[in-house]
């Protein structure tokens, strides 16, 4: 049966092998086609193929990559929880339990070495909840992925994990009224609002004598071009832990709800992210965080600006923020089709 690329099902079988126009093999006989595949043959301008096809519902095992079994997301909500205990205690005295600190972070350790799929464990712990408990935790998450995408062992990365989940500590001395202001800050409130940084590594060191985490929790919002507070201090002079740090800070609250800001989509705040990089933010870290997150997208369920839901299948090879998107029996080159855009994407375990 020949059919037309956009009009394969996921789970035909190629009746031969199949080559590009220049004699390139592509794929051999036999081959399943599912989304991998199908893409492959779009971007090698393969029109028609011969298939035997499958009768089966190709989106019957969509979402089979899911891994999200209840003991990962209690681990989630007790850090976050636990977090709250922690940011009530340096809210009242100055300082912490650092054996707290141990008991949440353990698990949360095996969680993240067991689990790969770093946006899938975001989009597990982008919730509506309480935006300061929810962020460091993801900061934490995202700060270890980076830290072992750029090469760091396991317990250095660990030890930055743990950092990132403190580097907002220091908002437990901002009043309440201040921090969860709906509006817009005045220069005032927002100079007490940068305090947070500096009160934040009195707070760590008071707590765990820990100058490291400390250090990433007074410098998480300096920039390389010397435009962050609280020194405003350039990369040179910046620890390069905070520059991790920085890069996950960024990226986790561009992407949640907060009180003044409505989230922005996923693939959208890597774009920026990129953007950044040439002056704000280190280079090195953002563009591995930007390089390593991007295939995590793949197969992830995503609706676009025109309503339509569908699967990312492929990101382009030069666009890397435009990817194909399957919608139902057709392809979407969002790279091509520029009206559109992907306004979210889903957990794996998203209705």
């Given amino acids: 049966?020949?059919?037309?690329?956009?009009?394969?099902?996921?789970?035909?079988?190629?009746?031969?092998?199949?080559?590009?126009?220049?004699?390139?093999?592509?794929?051999?006989?036999?081959?399943?086609?599912?989304?991998?595949?199908?893409?492959?043959?779009?971007?090698?301008?393969?029109?028609?193929?011969?298939?035997?096809?499958?009768?089966?519902?190709?989106?019957?095992?969509?979402?089979?990559?899911?891994?999200?079994?209840?003991?990962?997301?209690?681990?989630?909500?007790?850090?976050?929880?636990?977090?709250?205990?922690?940011?009530?205690?340096?809210?009242?005295?100055?300082?912490?339990?650092?054996?707290?600190?141990?008991?949440?972070?353990?698990?949360?350790?095996?969680?993240?070495?067991?689990?790969?799929?770093?946006?899938?464990?975001?989009?597990?712990?982008?919730?509506?909840?309480?935006?300061?408990?929810?962020?460091?935790?993801?900061?934490?998450?995202?700060?270890?992925?980076?830290?072992?995408?750029?090469?760091?062992?396991?317990?250095?990365?660990?030890?930055?994990?743990?950092?990132?989940?403190?580097?907002?500590?220091?908002?437990?001395?901002?009043?309440?009224?201040?921090?969860?202001?709906p509006g817009r800050l005045t220069k005032e409130e927002y100079e007490i609002v940068k305090m947070h940084t500096v009160n934040g590594y009195e707070i760590i060191r008071n707590s765990l004598g820990d100058t490291d985490a400390a250090t990433a929790a007074l410098q998480h919002h300096e920039r390389g071009d010397g435009s962050g507070y609280p020194h405003g201090i350039k990369a040179d002079e910046m620890h390069p832990w905070s520059a991790i740090i920085a890069v996950a800070d960024v990226y986790s609250a561009m992407t949640s709800n907060r009180v003044y800001q409505d989230k922005q989509e996923l693939i959208n705040v890597l774009k920026e992210l990129h953007r950044l990089s040439f002056g704000q933010l280190a280079p090195e870290p953002t563009h591995t965080f930007i390089r390593n997150m991007l295939p995590y997208f793949i197969n992830k369920k995503v609706r676009l600006t025109n309503g339509e839901y569908g699967y990312i299948v492929m990101n382009h090879p030069t666009d890397f923020f435009r990817p194909l998107v399957r919608v139902s029996d057709r392809f979407v080159d969002l790279s091509t089709e520029r009206e559109l855009d992907i306004e979210e994407v889903f957990s794996d375990n998203a209705g």
């Fill in 1 to 181: 049966m020949k059919v037309h690329v956009t009009d394969l099902k996921n789970g035909d079988r190629l009746i031969a092998d199949t080559f590009n126009r220049h004699g390139v093999h592509i794929l051999a006989k036999g081959t399943a086609l599912y989304d991998a595949e199908i893409a492959r043959l779009m971007q090698h301008s393969i029109d028609y193929v011969e298939v035997h096809p499958n009768e089966e519902d190709p989106y019957a095992n969509a979402g089979t990559a899911a891994f999200f079994f209840p003991e990962i997301k209690s681990t989630f909500d007790d850090a976050v929880l636990l977090f709250e205990s922690l940011f009530h205690d340096s809210m009242t005295t100055g300082r912490f339990d650092s054996a707290l600190v141990e008991d949440i972070m353990q698990p949360l350790f095996n969680v993240l070495a067991s689990q790969k799929d770093a946006v899938a464990l975001l989009l597990l712990l982008n919730r509506d909840a309480n935006y300061t408990y929810v962020h460091s935790m993801q900061v934490g998450m995202l700060s270890y992925y980076l830290s072992l995408w750029l090469g760091y062992p396991h317990d250095q990365a660990s030890a930055i994990c743990q950092a990132g989940y403190l580097h907002d500590i220091g908002k437990s001395t901002i009043p309440g009224e201040i921090l969860n202001k």
